[in-house]
């Protein structure tokens, strides 16, 4: 059972433009969402977080939107840059259990 | 720099073969977790540390097993590898469990199974 269901699968966009990736949850004991970055043959690395008393979070041209009701967030890079590049997954957690998407393959051509 | 460094980059073992893989922190975190990642997968959890308390994954094959002698050492062994064991093996560690710490990871092993 797919504990985080995340869309889309790739996505491709022009240099400027905004990516936007989109992840849901059904389990509303989740309390934190952080999403990932991921370069090929590196680790994930933390991007942003969020928790669910909080409905937006930016950190410079990235931002969390989160609807507790909808029971979805998702992640928007503003003005994106060929080297934000990567694969993107969003994660939930409770406690120390960490649930992750299947990712999004993210191409920012020039 | 504190970080997760896991050694080596990359293995190759052969069928059967066991194989062992390393992790060390130094930000001296109380959760240590291993991850498997298969091409454009995300990453599996197969188990994680909180101090010395093992947690096993209920899917986590018994040929995975993992050894914690201390808080900033864990290894994953396996003791017959087979070829869909080859993947990308992520370690993670993380502060606490109750204060929604995030997850750092090292660069992970790209094990080759032959």
């Known amino acids: 059972q797919q504990q985080v269901k995340q869309s889309p699968q790739s996505l491709i966009v022009q240099k400027g433009g905004i990516s936007i990736i989109n992840c849901a949850y059904e389990n509303t004991a989740f309390d934190y969402f952080p999403w990932y970055q991921q370069f090929p043959g590196k680790g994930p690395a933390l991007l942003i977080a969020?928790?669910?008393?909080?409905s937006e979070k930016k950190e410079g041209r990235f931002t969390i939107s989160f609807n507790k009701s909808a029971k979805q967030f998702s992640l928007h890079i503003m003005d994106s840059q060929p080297g934000d590049s990567a694969t993107y997954f969003c994660?939930?957690?409770?406690?120390?259990?960490?649930?992750f998407g299947t990712g999004t393959s993210l191409t920012v051509i020039p | 720099d504190a970080m997760v460094i896991q050694n080596p980059r990359y293995q190759v073992t052969q069928f059967g073969k066991p194989v062992t893989l390393s992790c060390s922190q130094t930000l001296n975190h109380n959760v240590m977790y291993w991850y498997q990642q298969k091409s454009s997968q995300a990453p599996k959890l197969l188990f994680h540390?909180?101090?010395?308390?093992?947690?096993n994954e209920a899917d986590t094959p018994d040929n995975f097993q993992s050894r914690r002698p201390n808080t900033s050492f864990c290894f994953l062994d396996i003791r017959s590898p087979g070829l869909g064991d080859a993947a990308m093996y992520l370690c993670?560690?993380?502060?606490?469990?109750?204060?929604?710490?995030?997850?750092?990871f090292g660069n992970g092993t790209r094990l080759t199974v032959t």
């Open positions: 994660a939930a957690s409770m406690g120390n259990q960490f649930y």
């Open positions: 993670a560690t993380s502060r606490k469990t109750w204060d929604n710490s995030p997850l750092h």
């Open positions: 540390y909180y101090d010395k308390d093992f947690n």
């Open positions: 969020i928790r669910p008393d909080v």
